[in-house]
């Protein structure tokens, strides 16, 4: 039993790898903090994961940092576990730009529409679907999404206006 243990054991280390920060480096931040990214209440896994660069203050036990933080993420404790953050190494990331977020009441990361493009007509076994291609604003790049015009209709009435 115990040799068998060890093997487990063994195997488990060989996979484990450490996360550790050096102080002044750079890192990004997950946005699942904010208990995900609203769009029509469902998480995309196309969704961004990072909000943008922080420095590292200073680490606190071992799996811990604080970060250095702007004014605009002060209702945000400053201290993060490890599994939330990860090393910067790129050039120019692919994250959302800190002044264009939307935060809820519930510190929420809030996407906004920005105009419908396209429609369709989906057919299901026995019903029609409704979609509309959304395109969403402060995103680094077009984002596009088909959603149900019903939901767009009773979520954003505005996009609806023209029509």
């Known amino acids: 039993m115990l040799a068998t243990q060890n093997r487990h054991n063994s195997y488990?280390?060989?996979?484990?790898r450490p996360i550790t920060f050096e102080v002044g480096d750079l890192v990004l931040l997950k946005v699942s903090l904010w208990k995900g990214l609203i769009i029509f209440g469902k998480q995309g896994k196309l969704s961004p994961r990072f909000i943008r660069t922080f420095k590292e203050l200073q680490r606190v036990g071992n799996?811990?940092?604080?970060?250095e933080l702007p004014a605009e993420l002060e209702g945000i404790h400053n201290t993060?576990?490890?599994?939330?953050l990860r090393?910067?190494?790129g050039e120019e990331p692919d994250m959302i730009p800190l002044s264009?977020?939307?935060i809820d009441e519930?510190?929420?990361?809030?996407?906004?529409?920005?105009?419908?493009?396209?429609?369709?007509?989906?057919k299901l076994r026995?019903?029609?679907v409704e979609?509309?291609?959304?395109?969403?604003?402060?995103?680094n790049g077009l984002t596009l999404t088909w959603e149900t015009e019903s939901d767009t209709r009773s979520r954003y009435i505005h996009l609806f206006a023209d029509a």
């Open 80 to 84: 993060f576990h490890v599994c939330y």
């Open 131 to 139: 979609l509309v291609l959304v395109r969403w604003k402060h995103t």
């Open 87 to 89: 090393k910067f190494l």
């Open 100 to 102: 264009e977020l939307r």
């Open 63 to 67: 799996q811990a940092y604080k970060l």
């Open 126 to 128: 026995r019903k029609m």
């Open 12 to 16: 488990a280390d060989k996979k484990q």
């Open 106 to 122: 519930h510190k929420r990361l809030v996407e906004v529409p920005e105009a419908i493009v396209d429609r369709k007509t989906k």
